[in-house]
């Protein structure tokens, strides 16, 4: 982009809190003000845009997701929005009818339907007649197959396979990778999809959460090439870690090495444990809704304390961000002990310097909220999973009972102990979809845990540039000097919204002198009209001139 004069809407920016123009010089933010100042600036050098009411943000950053997963399921059959078993079986059904070879499915979640039970392998097989059929469960972490897939993987012979078609462990591994066999041309459609469906909702960078159970190698590659700063096609930044155990610095070094692309870290899907909706997350105590002694009615757990302190020690030797997939009670206090066993081996002041971030910690007590501030651990949550799967009557009340359900996500929890969080969607679990999670933190089934829209945007912009470690500070805000880094949204009212309902008398007062975000509560949520970082167009709405 050259000289652009972006004028007559709104701009949210902390420098000028009334900003309803900015100028953009190549990749960089020029200046930001008042639309008098605009129209004595421009010239004939600039680009004119009439934003016509619409809001400039800084553009999001999503800190956790899967990129060719996501790409993956927008190209499969979309199973979120049934609720039954025959809801479920007719979307499968209309998948076969209308292509060949394996039908795969994603978003089902049993837990939301009148049956509270997976599909079963022969409904899958009247359904499709006989095809291949794997269907994700919404948290990836288990997922339900057809006789036919199941026969060719062999996953009779697996640990995880109970024999109706629903796949857990070993055997959901075997499924998975089955179906996910791609050709260089298939993976380069599918991260395209992906990044360029994270374009058109806002985002300029992502978090890349790659693993050895998630992708190869090979992928990551592929991604990072994609979305390299001289790549030719403009696309969202690709901000990569790799999730794999090490137990000293010099098997680190060697790990580094050997995966031929760059990273932030040996962090992100390094699982403890599961997930809650599988019944896989580790737990101090028993699943509410499994018989009491059922074998595994306390979840599984990965990874033990020691393992933990070998990995982070080893990270914090190197100067890395280590991290962790961590859902349940018991899975935290694993990593709280090994926090803890890692600073007493190379010392309090290198972990906290190297930057470990831990996703989603679900459920933190109060003395590992304290080990997480202590020790500097930053937090990737995904507020959006409270909305989906918190209260009286959601799966976490089910799976765990009211009381400890009522515990989980303490979003206002982490700010109050001075715990760094930043949010993600973890799509392809939940949608690449900012705004639900600014929505999402406003509106926390839980009142005590709500927090304003404003700090849960931070969590959303500027704070993804910070746990990333990025090298620009001004990244993640409108400014003069900052990076061109921005989207432009389609809004119909902008006002300040925050928990306390008492301050929602003087919130649309231009007088407060608080940046104003998209009022959430309308019928409309923002409609991306562009996407830009670094100057570089991302996106583009057919509409926007």
Same mark, same amino acid.
């Given at each position: 982009?050259?000289?652009? @004069?972006?004028?007559?809407?709104?701009?949210?920016?902390?420098?000028?809190?009334?900003?309803?123009?900015?100028?953009?010089?190549?990749?960089?933010?020029?200046?930001?003000?008042?639309?008098?100042?605009?129209?004595?600036?421009?010239? /004939?050098?600039?680009?004119?845009?009439?934003?016509?009411?619409?809001?400039?943000?800084?553009?999001?950053?999503?800190?956790?997701?899967?990129?060719?997963?996501?790409?993956?399921?927008?190209?499969?059959?979309?199973?979120?929005? =049934?609720?039954?078993?025959?809801?479920?079986?007719?979307?499968?059904?209309?998948?076969?009818?209308?292509?060949?070879?394996?039908?795969?499915?994603?978003?089902?979640?049993?837990?939301?339907?009148?049956?509270?039970?997976?599909?079963?392998?022969?409904?899958?097989?009247?359904?499709?007649?006989?095809?291949?059929?794997?269907?994700?469960?919404?948290?990836?972490?288990?997922?339900?197959?057809?006789?036919?897939?199941?026969?060719?993987?062999?996953?009779?012979?697996?640990?995880?396979?109970?024999?109706?078609?629903?796949?857990?462990?070993?055997?959901?591994?075997?499924?998975?990778?089955?179906?996910?066999?791609?050709?260089?041309?298939?993976?380069?459609?599918?991260?395209?999809?992906?990044?360029?469906?994270?374009?058109?909702?806002?985002?300029?960078?992502?978090? +890349?959460?790659?693993?050895?159970?998630?992708?190869?190698?090979?992928?990551?590659?592929?991604?990072?090439?994609?979305?390299?700063?001289?790549?030719?096609?403009?696309?969202?930044?690709?901000?990569?870690?790799?999730?794999?155990?090490?137990?000293?610095?010099?098997?680190?070094?060697?790990?580094?090495?050997?995966?031929?692309?760059?990273?932030?870290?040996?962090?992100?899907?390094?699982?403890?444990?599961?997930?809650?909706?599988?019944?896989?997350?580790?737990?101090?105590?028993?699943?509410?809704?499994?018989?009491?002694?059922?074998?595994?009615?306390?979840?599984?757990?990965?990874?033990?304390?020691?393992?933990?302190?070998?990995?982070?020690?080893?990270?914090?030797?190197?100067?890395?961000?280590?991290?962790?997939?961590?859902?349940?009670?018991?899975?935290?206090?694993? /990593?709280?002990?090994?926090?803890?066993?890692?600073?007493?081996?190379?010392?309090?002041?290198?972990?906290?310097?190297?930057?470990?971030?831990?996703?989603?910690?679900?459920?933190?007590?109060?003395?590992?909220?304290?080990?997480? =501030?202590?020790?500097?651990?930053?937090?990737?949550?995904?507020?959006?999973?409270?909305?989906?799967?918190?209260?009286? +009557?959601?799966?976490?009340?089910?799976?765990?009972?009211?009381?400890?359900?009522?515990?989980?996500?303490?979003?206002?929890?982490?700010?109050?102990?001075?715990?760094?969080?930043?949010?993600?969607?973890?799509?392809?679990?939940?949608?690449?979809?900012?705004?639900?999670?600014?929505?999402?933190?406003?509106?926390?089934?839980?009142?005590?845990?709500?927090?304003?829209?404003?700090?849960?945007?931070?969590?959303?912009?500027?704070?993804?540039?910070?746990?990333?470690?990025?090298?620009?500070? @001004?990244?993640?805000?409108?400014?003069?000097?900052?990076?061109?880094?921005?989207?432009?949204? +389609?809004?119909?009212?902008?006002?300040?919204?925050?928990?306390?309902?008492?301050?929602?008398?003087?919130?649309?007062?231009?007088?407060?002198?608080?940046?104003?975000?998209?009022?959430?509560?309308?019928?409309?949520?923002?409609?991306?009209?562009?996407?830009?970082?670094?100057?570089?167009?991302?996106?583009?709405?057919?509409?926007?001139?």
């Amino acid at each position: 982009m050259s000289l652009t @004069m972006y004028r007559n809407g709104s701009v949210y920016s902390a420098a000028d809190p009334f900003a309803t123009a900015m100028l953009v010089d190549g990749g960089t933010v020029a200046w930001v003000g008042s639309e008098h100042a605009a129209a004595s600036l421009l010239d /004939a050098r600039m680009r004119l845009v009439d934003l016509d009411g619409a809001l400039i943000t800084p553009g999001f950053v999503d800190s956790h997701v899967h990129v060719t997963e996501t790409g993956l399921a927008l190209e499969s059959v979309d199973l979120s929005g =049934a609720r039954s078993v025959a809801q479920a079986l007719d979307l499968v059904a209309a998948a076969a009818a209308a292509g060949s070879g394996v039908v795969l499915g994603h978003g089902w979640d049993d837990s939301a339907w009148a049956e509270q039970r997976p599909l079963a392998a022969v409904e899958l097989d009247r359904a499709t007649g006989g095809r291949e059929v794997y269907l994700a469960r919404v948290d990836v972490h288990s997922g339900v197959v057809s006789s036919a897939l199941a026969q060719r993987c062999g996953l009779a012979n697996l640990g995880g396979w109970d024999g109706s078609g629903l796949v857990t462990g070993p055997a959901h591994a075997a499924a998975r990778d089955a179906t996910r066999r791609l050709d260089a041309g298939s993976r380069r459609r599918a991260q395209e999809r992906a990044l360029r469906h994270a374009a058109a909702n806002g985002y300029v960078a992502l978090a +890349e959460m790659a693993a050895p159970h998630v992708g190869s190698p090979e992928d990551l590659a592929a991604l990072a090439a994609l979305t390299a700063a001289d790549a030719p096609a403009a696309l969202p930044q690709v901000l990569p870690y790799w999730g794999q155990a090490v137990s000293s610095a010099q098997e680190a070094h060697e790990l580094l090495a050997s995966l031929g692309t760059p990273v932030l870290g040996l962090a992100g899907d390094l699982n403890i444990d599961g997930s809650l909706g599988s019944r896989s997350a580790f737990l101090r105590g028993p699943y509410a809704d499994l018989p009491a002694g059922a074998a595994g009615n306390h979840g599984q757990a990965y990874l033990d304390a020691g393992q933990v302190a070998d990995h982070l020690a080893a990270t914090s030797e190197l100067g890395i961000s280590g991290g962790f997939h961590i859902i349940g009670d018991g899975a935290m206090a694993i /990593a709280a002990e090994g926090l803890a066993r890692a600073a007493e081996r190379v010392g309090l002041d290198k972990v906290r310097a190297a930057g470990h971030r831990f996703e989603h910690a679900e459920m933190v007590d109060a003395a590992a909220m304290a080990a997480l =501030a202590h020790h500097a651990v930053t937090v990737s949550v995904q507020p959006v999973f409270d909305a989906l799967w918190g209260g009286g +009557e959601g799966m976490y009340a089910r799976r765990l009972g009211g009381e400890r359900a009522a515990t989980l996500n303490p979003v206002a929890g982490f700010y109050e102990a001075g715990v760094p969080i930043c949010f993600g969607s973890d799509a392809p679990v939940t949608p690449l979809n900012p705004w639900a999670s600014v929505r999402a933190a406003l509106n926390h089934h839980q009142p005590a845990q709500r927090i304003s829209a404003r700090a849960a945007f931070i969590g959303h912009t500027r704070a993804g540039w910070r746990a990333a470690r990025g090298s620009d500070p @001004m990244l993640g805000q409108l400014a003069p000097g900052a990076p061109a880094t921005f989207a432009l949204w +389609e809004i119909d009212q902008l006002m300040v919204q925050v928990a306390d309902e008492r301050v929602q008398s003087w919130s649309t007062d231009a007088r407060a002198g608080t940046p104003l975000l998209p009022a959430l509560d309308t019928d409309h949520s923002p409609r991306c009209l562009q996407t830009v970082h670094r100057g570089r167009e991302l996106y583009a709405a057919g509409d926007f001139a």
